[in-house]
């Protein structure tokens, strides 16, 4: 799968987006980290789970730099 996002806001040092499958089985699933370029740009390449479940949503937080295994950090993007 392939995801881009638009117009974010730059991060705090130390913080990165992640980007979460918001899975049927599993709730979420780690997609990926990402720091946005140039003019707010985010993108992400990464692979739908198969065993997760339905996907329900999409999901960009805020996290600590390297991701972690689960949320914690606000919820920018649904």
């Known amino acids: 799968a392939l995801f881009y996002a638009f117009d974010l806001a730059p991060l705090p ?19 990926g980290v990402f720091e946005p370029g140039e003019g707010g740009l985010g993108r992400v390449e990464t692979q739908v789970p198969s065993d997760a479940g339905a996907i329900q949503a999409a999901a960009v937080t ?10 914690t950090g606000p919820m920018v993007l649904k």
């Open 62 to 71: 805020v996290e600590p730099a390297g991701g972690v295994p689960k949320p």
């Open 13 to 31: 040092e130390g913080k990165v987006y992640e980007l979460w499958w918001i899975t049927e089985k599993e709730g979420p699933v780690n997609a």
